[in-house]
């Protein structure tokens, strides 16, 4: 093989690599599946989730009329609060579905705002 082709050869294998290390959407065990979340009106928009297990989930979530927050119980464990009009980022890998809610008490409507992280 001529010098020239076996460094293009080498250049290709390299760059190739270097894309797949530097993808943002992809992790070792699951995809980063991004998703704007609203709590308004006393309720979540979208109201559910679905995702592939192991995936990386990335929530970016924003009270709108007052304040709200994301909680899950079980394995995960959250509760991210924003203020009306503030938005929160936060990331959880998905490893079983599960209902999500808002916990705080300010107005008895919010004890029926909830959602559901479906894993597939």
């Known amino acids: 093989m001529k010098k020239t082709t076996l460094g293009l050869v080498c250049l290709g294998a390299f760059l190739t690599s270097a894309l797949v290390l530097a993808s943002p959407a ?45 909680s899950m119980d079980g394995p995960y464990r959250i509760a991210k609060r924003a203020n009306a009009g503030q938005t929160v980022t936060f990331e959880f890998r998905a490893t ?25």
């Open 26 to 70: 992809a992790t070792a065990q699951g995809t980063v599946r991004e998703f704007n979340l609203r709590g308004d009106g006393f309720a979540f928009a979208p109201g559910k989730i679905e995702v592939q297990k192991d995936d990386i989930v990335k929530i970016t979530f924003t009270a709108v009329d007052i304040p709200h927050s994301f």
């Open 96 to 120: 079983g579905s599960e209902r999500f809610y808002c916990n705080l008490t300010q107005d008895e409507r919010c004890k029926g705002m909830h959602g559901e992280l479906v894993v597939k």
